[in-house]
């Protein structure tokens, strides 16, 4: 079973930055397009961005385009994916998951079921 552990995220005060790690640890899963999303209670989760695997390109949502910052570091075993976020504001709060395609499937889609594996999901909380 692929696991793509989460880490960061918290409170912060608005104007200010978070930063998310997802790491992937299954080999063939190191080939995998990840996609951040993020969940309001009652509201569907939304696409936040995501990174391609093959090319390292990247694609954001709108809403957060040019203050979010998606990244990788590909180690030995590991791949990582960061969700860098500056510029926070209060409708940015919201648990934010990491999901993984299945290997080889490069392109960065905006479609939920898309995204087989996912992370524990993690909460950004932004004051006023």
């Known amino acids: 079973q692929v696991q793509l552990r989460q880490s960061g995220g918290g409170f912060v005060e608005a104007g200010g930055s978070l930063t998310l790690s997802c790491t992937v640890s299954?080999?063939?899963?190191?080939?995998?397009?990840i996609g951040w999303f993020r969940q309001v209670s009652g509201n569907e989760r939304e696409f936040v961005g995501g990174?391609?695997?093959?090319?390292?390109?990247?694609?954001?949502a709108d809403s957060v385009k040019g203050r979010f910052i998606i990244s990788r570091d590909n180690g030995a075993n590991t791949m990582t994916v960061y969700l860098q976020m500056n510029s926070l504001n209060a409708e940015d709060t919201a648990i934010y998951f990491c999901?993984?395609?299945?290997?080889?499937?490069?392109?960065?889609?905006?479609?939920?079921?898309?995204?087989?594996?996912w992370g524990q999901g993690t909460q950004v909380s932004v004051s006023p």
């Open positions: 999901g993984a395609r299945r290997p080889g499937y490069a392109s960065i889609v905006t479609t939920i079921s898309e995204y087989r594996y």
């Open positions: 299954e080999g063939a899963f190191m080939r995998s397009t």
């Open positions: 990174i391609n695997w093959s090319d390292g390109s990247t694609r954001y």
